[in-house]
């Protein structure tokens, strides 16, 4: 009795816990597990499609970069214990807002997109005050603006041009200095290289003969890059992050500790704002063009692949890392069932499927962290 | 204890809502190193004047003198600057979160990175395990979770948080009213160790064996008067269990019951 007693150094009520069950209670668990389930299944009955040659690399990433930069800034504001269901509509709103102000109104282009960003940015701190003002749940307040901001985005072309799709963007953004880091290319040279060393291949004929397939990184995979690394960092490393999470977490005890939750919750909707209109910025200059169906449904698929990344609905926690794979499943698959000759409806049958699991999965994982049954 | 100064003195605290009169006079006062218990039944003010005293509420009449200097808290954040620490029974600790983030919530220890204001997670781990150490706390990690503790351990931790961050006050709001008798006695024996650091500890509670425990003066609240402080020694639980309940109906009560209350 008095020797247990004298042990300070151990708690005999305290289970050691392996190595391996640590590794195992991490947000990115889900992600980890569903990227390689994913790359493995592919691998095996889609491996001679064309989908892991480098155009076929090209397509699913560029497709899982889209939802990498709308889950960055839904993982983050999820965290910090709200949501935003208007990504997809600031989306098609920020598009229209470029097309409209760089060519019906004819403005230089880059001043199109700065005014753009300023605008949904704002709006973004409007979500983020009246949540933060009425208390009312951000579920409703960014409802509401879903169904606003599609409506004047289909509203205000059709006043001022007639149409509710506007082209004609590449054109007008020809020599723009802003534009191509948005819809540009990088990198250009190393694929060359490798096209001229045969790793990837190259046209044989027409009048691109003899240049690679893959002509560079779109700037759109770059900026997915980018804002992960950012937002991990910003997440894990600075005190701006653990006041997301204690926001997240529960705010009267953050607000209590000094924590200025109200910033940071309004901070992180400008962010998801944010992030919506890279995305839009990299669509518009890629395709040309601003229609109003842009971006549909888009705040959905980002909130699911923030959940295969691990990030708990109710908030408080989660992980940038996590989120990114959980966006690399969603374009993987996606495309996957395309190069597989599977019927593509079945999407979203696969959708549901491991939106469900990966929320059991993350409750299970929740549970062993603090230790409820 | 007579040649030293109060840290803080509360005279003749009065606060009312409206038509309602929550204190009517209410003199407390606390020396540092010192344990002063505050007990009273429920709505007897406890949580009002506590309030008062960790600026959340403006007394509607009376003084505070903190550190002999009188005071006038605009808000929580002053009282808190000033050196007195509220430790909640709940709404403290973030579960989800690390035992060392949230140590250091709201007070995240900075190394700057240009512009950025990075979190020092070395020197916060490092710190967290010795200050867990300290009261007897034992860690797997410092990045073990909040949720894993049990509820005596999160006060121990909150308290320890409180006194690492300077404190001079610790106002205890009901610590131990939801623990069991381990975890009471855990969170009793951490309140003696602060003590004993200097820190005056005002300790609310209505277990009279609580305060027994641990106090070294007692106050006693009943429908927001005070009926008077006694010093540890001077007085017995039965009295201050019969004070609490604002007479001797209690007495009775208590002798059908077998002295169980």
Known sequence: MSDTAQSTDKDERIKEISKFRQALIRPELGGICGTIIVFVLFGIFAGNSGMFNAQGILNWSTVSAQFMIIA??????????????????????????????????????????????????????????IVIRTGLPSFIVT?????????????????????????????????????????????????????????????????RAGEPVVNGLPMLIVWAIILVIAGHFLLTKTQFGNWIFASGGDAEAARNSGVPVNRVKITMFVTTAFCATIFAMCQVFEFGSAAADRGLLKEFEAIIAVVIGGALLTGGYGSVLGA????????????????????????????????????????????MITGER | ?????????????????????????????????????????????????????????????????????????????????????????????IPLMSVSRNFFMGNEPIKKLGPIKLFDHEYANRVTMEEMKKMGINLRGPDQAVGTLSGGERQTVAISRAVHFGAKVLILDEPTSALGVRQTSNVLATIDKVRKQGVGVVFITHNVRHAMAVGDRYTVLNRGQTLGTAVRGEITPEELQDMMAGGQELASLEGSLGGTV
């Open chain 1, 72 to 129: 960055v800034g839904a993982c983050l504001l999820m965290i910090a214990g709200e949501f935003d269901l208007s990504v997809g509509s600031m989306i098609g709103f920020a598009g229209m807002m470029t097309a409209i102000f760089g060519v019906t109104l004819g403005w230089p282009m880059w001043i199109a997109i700065l005014i753009t960003f300023a605008i949904c940015m704002v709006i973004g701190a409007i979500n983020g005050i």
């Open chain 1, 324 to 367: 990114a794979l959980g966006a690399l499943i969603f374009g993987v698959v996606q495309q996957g069932l395309f190069f597989a000759g599977v019927e593509s409806s079945l999407f979203r049958v696969f959708l549901g499927v491991i939106l469900l699991l990966a929320v059991i999965l993350n409750t299970y994982i929740r549970r």
């Open chain 2, 1 to 93: 204890m007579a040649d030293r100064k109060p840290i803080i003195q509360m005279k003749d605290i009065q606060k009312h809502f409206g038509s309602v009169i929550a204190l009517a006079g209410v003199s407390v006062d606390v020396f540092p190193g010192e344990c002063h218990c505050l007990l009273g039944d429920n709505g007897a003010g406890k949580s009002t004047f506590i309030k008062t005293m960790s600026g959340v509420h403006k007394p509607t009449s009376g003084e505070i003198h903190f550190e002999g200097q009188p005071m006038n808290f605009a808000d929580p954040r002053d009282a808190m600057t000033a050196g007195i620490a509220t430790v909640h029974q709940h709404l403290a600790m």
């Open chain 1, 143 to 207: 409802l509401a603006f879903l169904f606003i901001l599609r409506g004047f985005t289909i509203f205000i072309p059709q006043q001022l041009q007639n149409r509710t799709i506007i082209g004609g963007i590449s054109e007008a953004a020809e020599g723009d200095w802003l534009a191509p880091v948005f819809g540009g290319k990088i990198f250009g040279w190393f694929f060359n290289m490798l096209g001229d060393a045969g790793i990837i291949a190259v046209f044989e004929r027409g009048t």
